[in-house]
């Protein structure tokens, strides 16, 4: 049974396109796949899994020695099983720029593509045979893509990510703003997580000179009611910083209908990453940055000490 499986955190890409391509697996290449989790779904992703009828995916915490695996949604190891390397990895499916570190037993397939969504690639790799896939699988689909480009608002989107949405809409009868509506409202709906929970539900590690950071990104209709809980959630930051191993949690509200960020500021560190990298002046403990929605093209890419 081959176990197919996306990064840590697992967002509605991650869970999605898992899910989607082990039915690639089962029901056209005729080998046993079955999606896994690395973690609890975010609210969009658990909204999207019970909008289309699925169940969600047992959760697995590591990964025994000569397991066959499908990597989806991330090539980093960071944000896979601690025993990723000793697994049998037979494919890599992702959009993210290669980090390295993943070794496999023998030469596999790997596809990474400068688009918005993983389930663009996936879309293009079944051809033909995307055509036998049910309505569950298709909606999955064009639900990571809503999700990954933001309703076509990030700028990682391409022009292959709009055409595949908008493909897969007419098929399905559906309307991606109607559909993008209801995901980015369960998106918003964070009332039931702590602090903590916040913090780590949408993030990743990296380092900036020799800085180890936790990068947090909260995407949102309401960015007001993350805003409120500023204060608790820049003290919860120091407990998970100690706890995770790194130097200092950054928090990004996105405002997805406004298309900005809002980052906080909790300190001297958070306020020198916040001017170097972004060029804005802080003044207090946020600062805003318009027009700034991505982790992967404009938040990461950009950090500087």
């Known amino acids: ?113 400068p688009v918005a969504c993983t389930a663009t690639i996936m879309a293009d790799l079944m051809g033909e045979d995307l055509a036998r896939a049910p309505r569950a699988v298709k909606g999955m689909m064009l639900s990571c893509i809503i999700s990954d480009t933001l309703e076509f608002r990030s700028p990682t989107t391409t022009d292959a990510d709009v055409a595949r949405a908008k493909s897969l809409a007419a098929d399905l009868g559906v309307n991606i703003a109607e559909l993008a509506a209801e995901m980015f409202a369960a998106k918003s709906d964070v009332s039931a997580f702590s602090d903590a929970e916040l913090l780590r539900m949408d993030s990743k590690k990296y380092e900036v000179a020799g800085t180890n950071f936790r990068i ?51 300190n001297d560190l958070a306020k020198n990453v916040a001017e170097k990298s972004f060029g804005v002046a802080v003044s207090g403990d946020t600062v805003v940055l318009p027009g700034v929605v991505s982790r992967k093209k404009q938040i990461i890419p950009n950090l500087k000490l």
């Open 1 to 113: 049974m081959i176990q197919v499986f996306g990064h840590l955190a697992p967002d509605t890409d991650a869970t999605g396109s898992a899910i989607v391509w082990s039915w690639y697996l089962n029901e056209v290449k005729g080998t046993a796949a079955a999606p896994k989790l690395l973690g609890e779904p975010n609210t969009e992703a658990n909204f999207v899994l019970s909008h289309w009828g699925f169940d969600k995916p047992e959760i697995i915490t590591d990964v025994a020695p000569g397991d066959d695996v499908v990597i989806v949604d991330t090539n980093n190891p960071a944000e896979l099983p601690p025993s990723i390397n000793d697994a049998n990895i037979m494919e890599i499916i992702d959009h993210h720029m290669l980090v390295g570190g993943i070794k496999t037993k023998s030469p596999i397939r790997i596809t990474v593509r």
């Open 216 to 266: 947090s990104v909260l995407e949102t209709t309401s960015p007001a009611i993350v805003l409120d809980r500023k204060d608790s959630l820049m003290e919860t930051m120091k407990s998970v910083a100690s706890e995770d191993a790194v130097d200092q949690v950054l928090l990004f509200v996105v405002d997805i209908l406004n298309e900005e960020s809002t980052m906080m500021i909790p």
